[in-house]
């Protein structure tokens, strides 16, 4: 994937194959500057790549659709709309029949926890709140892939870990193909069924690590786990070093 810019031709991202399976939690982690959020906005199909291609059920993605959703570091709500109409927003434009959007909604408000403040405004929430908000819209939506850039990055360290565990809670009950970006060694390691650990610009798959070969079905067993007993474990602490000494090999002397 190529960019111009006033130095000439910059290349974010060389070429690099790799297929997720229907329901995987995909954790992409590098140094700053790899491509991380290009490829996600490429596999959005908000940004046509210029070689190469994404499919997503044996179809090239060209554009962005219902069957992709995609949750920012920034909420990206609405902020005249209520919780309710700011997740019932997508069903509305994609035509979903009034009774089916209620229900859709009603079940997304309650699966996120924000029963009683239907009717808040987003300055009316916390930022922990707001992305509850913001995750409810894309699950609602009931898409084929969940594609996540930074989400809980915003966040104090408090609400990131409770909405890293709450995500966690959500995938378990809906269990959306998730692509997922982030800058945390520890999120990373938390969260994934399979960590893409990228090279620095331009940016390809260093290394591709799956906790469960490091500790057979541990993950599913962490999944039942609070976020501070996890942590805790010299498995998980081992995994997370190894990921950490792959992504500083990228990052160098440059710091």
Not at 7 to 19: E, Q, T, Y
Not at 142 to 147: M, S
Not at 160 to 172: G, K, N, Y
Request: aromatic content about 8%.
């Amino acid at each position: 994937m190529d960019f111009e810019s006033a130095a000439g031709i910059v290349r974010a991202l060389d070429p690099f194959n790799f297929h997720i399976l229907g329901n995987e939690f995909i954790v992409i982690v590098g140094p700053s500057g790899c491509g991380k959020t290009t490829l996600l906005h490429i596999t959005s199909g908000l940004t046509a790549p210029t070689s190469g291609q994404v499919l997503l059920g044996g179809k090239k993605i060209v554009e962005p659709g219902p069957d992709k959703a995609i949750v920012f570091q920034n909420f990206s709500l609405f902020p005249w709309k209520s919780v309710y109409d700011n997740i019932e927003f997508g069903l509305r434009i994609n035509g979903v029949p009034l009774a089916e959007r209620q229900r859709l909604v009603i079940n997304a408000i309650q699966l996120i926890g924000l029963e009683g403040f239907e009717q808040h405004f987003p300055r009316q929430l916390s930022g922990g709140m707001q992305q509850r908000v913001a995750i409810a819209r894309s699950f609602v939506l009931q898409p084929q892939v969940l594609l996540m850039d930074e989400p809980f990055a915003a966040l104090d360290a408090q609400n990131r870990q409770l909405m890293q565990e709450e995500l966690v809670r959500i995938w378990q009950t809906q269990k959306p193909t998730v692509l997922f970006i982030t800058h945390s060694v520890e999120e990373a390691v938390f969260l994934a069924d399979r960590i893409i650990v990228m090279s620095r610009r331009p940016g390809r798959i260093k290394e591709v690590l799956r906790p469960r070969d490091f500790m057979g079905d541990l993950t599913s067993h962490w999944r039942a786990l609070p976020y501070d007993d996890v942590i805790r474990r010299t498995d998980f602490q081992e995994l997370r070093a190894q990921v950490w000494r792959l992504v500083k090999s990228e990052i160098g002397d440059r710091h």
